[in-house]
């Protein structure tokens, strides 16, 4: 009986998971289409976030290697 309980907490804790990864991922879609409404020098906010979030990562891998 012990291994059927657990089974159904992991199954439990799987599905609040998922619901949570979609709560996310449409806030990040709406966050993505709010910022494309705003342009910086003929580059809209999202473009320029991304290429910031890049050149940090950038950064980061050249210091890791």
């Given at each position: 009986?012990?291994?059927?309980?657990?089974?159904?907490?992991?199954?439990?804790?799987n599905q609040k998971l998922r619901e949570?990864?979609?709560?996310?991922?449409?806030?990040?879609?709406?966050?993505?289409?709010?910022?494309?409404?705003?342009?910086?020098?003929?580059?809209?906010?999202?473009?320029?976030?991304?290429?910031?979030?890049?050149?940090?990562?950038?950064?980061?891998?050249?210091?890791?290697?």
């Amino acid at each position: 009986m012990k291994g059927r309980e657990k089974l159904i907490d992991v199954m439990y804790e799987n599905q609040k998971l998922r619901e949570e990864n979609m709560t996310l991922k449409e806030l990040m879609e709406k966050a993505y289409e709010f910022m494309k409404q705003f342009v910086i020098d003929g580059v809209n906010l999202l473009e320029r976030f991304l290429e910031s979030v890049w050149k940090v990562v950038g950064k980061v891998s050249k210091r890791t290697k």
